[in-house]
């Protein structure tokens, strides 16, 4: 069982940056794959970042490659996503979620975080 706790949302203009961080328990969170995914309002939760268990394969969706950074820090159990360049399309709900497998689809993760709001300014 791993628990997420996802932080570091807010309100940010057009441009600018912000930091996530999701923090898990449980003492098998090396095991797990870690993924970001977002959900705009009346939109489907979509895919954003993924990093395998050791940090070794990194995935992005197209509209995150060269401004977001997905990493991990195994030893203190959290995953970032830094997001850069931010524009008001990246306003959404963003999630974290841990699979077993390193993954893109919504289905491969099987736990998930309750979701921190980013809001972005024009």
């Known amino acids: 069982q791993v628990q997420l706790v996802e932080s570091g949302g807010g309100l940010v203009q057009a441009g600018g940056s912000l930091r996530l961080s999701c923090a898990a328990s449980?003492?098998?969170?090396?095991?797990?794959?870690m993924g970001w995914f977002r959900q705009a309002p009346g939109k489907e939760r979509e895919f954003v970042a993924a990093?395998?268990?050791?940090?070794?394969?990194?995935d992005y969706a197209d509209s995150a490659k060269g401004r977001f950074t997905i990493s991990r820090y195994n030893a203190k159990n959290t995953v970032f996503l830094q997001m850069n360049s931010l524009k008001p399309e990246d306003t959404a709900v963003y999630y974290c979620?841990?699979?077993?497998?390193?993954?893109?689809?919504?289905?491969?993760?099987?736990?998930w975080g309750q979701g921190t709001q980013v809001t972005v300014s024009s």
């Open positions: 979620a841990a699979a077993r497998q390193f993954g893109v689809l919504r289905d491969e993760y099987d736990y």
């Open positions: 449980g003492r098998t969170f090396r095991n797990y794959a």
């Open positions: 990093i395998s268990w050791g940090g070794g394969s990194l």
